[in-house]
């Protein structure tokens, strides 16, 4: 049997902006998802999807030969969408004759956002022996941070440089961590639509990167808990001009006492929560109750 693991994501900076070049800084999570392959002896693909309490989500069961049949269910089209330009990238793919057995296992809530979909791409790639960057291009399509978070161990710098993704390991590592928390919003945003928004805008968005660039390294280097409650929101506001949408904090939180940042596609999954010891319940007063502290989070 062959095994394989991703970590999960959370991009901290750069949304949005490092589809057309920004400097990002995204870290990997200690959640993430595994693949687990064994040999059948006859060309057919069993597949076998469990969540985070092991319960069975996704099941499918295909015959080699009619991988390119796309179906009508969604499920199971965006595997085998995957699993095509996979064979496409690795023409000895599945092409033995054999077939296989797998199973995955994710260890964080599917609605959680953290990579249900680049985590199950790179355990493929790596599968396939393709690059995920390529895979994810030719079939789902983003920036490519989440693939880079579901090789690294540690928070990178992460940027699209003449259509190549360069990673770059960095020591994020600030004395105020415990400060930090990540509040899931009881609802999962659809990174795609947030995508097509953020193409859809009109504005100087090469103007627009080198400002998120420039708090990205801001960002990633900063000393004082002051200073980045300033930038996190300097950030959002930045964001919100060019999105033309109020910041999370305006419209749902304005009596935090903090900052509050997003964190992929505004609007759902989890956010930054630049706080102190009593951020936990003011989130769940307000029926948030999914908080979890930086090192909860993050590896």
Not at 15 to 44: C, I, M, N
Request: proline share 3%; with cysteine.
């Amino acid at each position: 049997m062959e095994r394989f693991y991703s970590n999960g994501k959370l991009l901290l900076s750069g949304e949005y902006a490092v589809l057309d070049g920004a400097l990002a800084l995204a870290v990997p999570t200690k959640f993430g998802q595994s693949l687990e392959v064994s040999t059948l002896d006859r060309p057919v693909l069993i597949w076998e999807s469990f969540n985070c309490i092991k319960q069975l989500w996704f099941q499918a069961e295909i015959q080699i030969s009619s991988l390119k049949k796309i179906s009508n269910e969604p499920k199971l089209a965006i595997l085998q969408k995957i699993l095509v330009v996979a064979q496409e990238l690795n023409p000895n793919f599945l092409s033995d004759g054999n077939g296989a057995f797998v199973q995955t296992f994710l260890t964080f809530p599917n609605e959680w956002g953290l990579g249900t979909s680049s985590t199950l791409i790179n355990n493929i790639a790596n599968w396939a022996k393709v690059d995920a960057f390529v895979l994810l291009q030719k079939s789902f399509g983003g920036s490519g941070y989440d693939i880079a978070c579901a090789q690294n161990d540690t928070s990178i710098y992460y940027q699209i440089r003449n259509t190549t993704p360069t990673v770059s390991v960095i020591d994020f590592n600030p004395s105020f961590l415990d400060k930090l928390y990540f509040v899931y919003l009881n609802q999962k945003q659809d990174s795609k639509e947030g995508i097509q928004l953020y193409r859809n805008t009109k504005g100087d968005k090469q103007g627009l990167v080198d400002e998120i660039s420039k708090l990205t390294e801001r960002i990633s280097s900063c000393l004082e808990y002051n200073e980045f409650v300033f930038l996190v929101k300097e950030h959002e506001r930045i964001m919100g001009d060019f999105l033309n949408i109020a910041p999370l904090q305006k419209q749902l939180f304005a009596d935090f006492d903090g900052a509050i940042k997003s964190l992929g596609a505004w609007g759902g999954d989890f956010i930054l929560a630049v706080g102190d010891l009593n951020t936990p319940s003011y989130f769940a007063e307000k029926g948030f109750e999914t908080v979890l502290s930086y090192k909860e989070m993050i590896l």
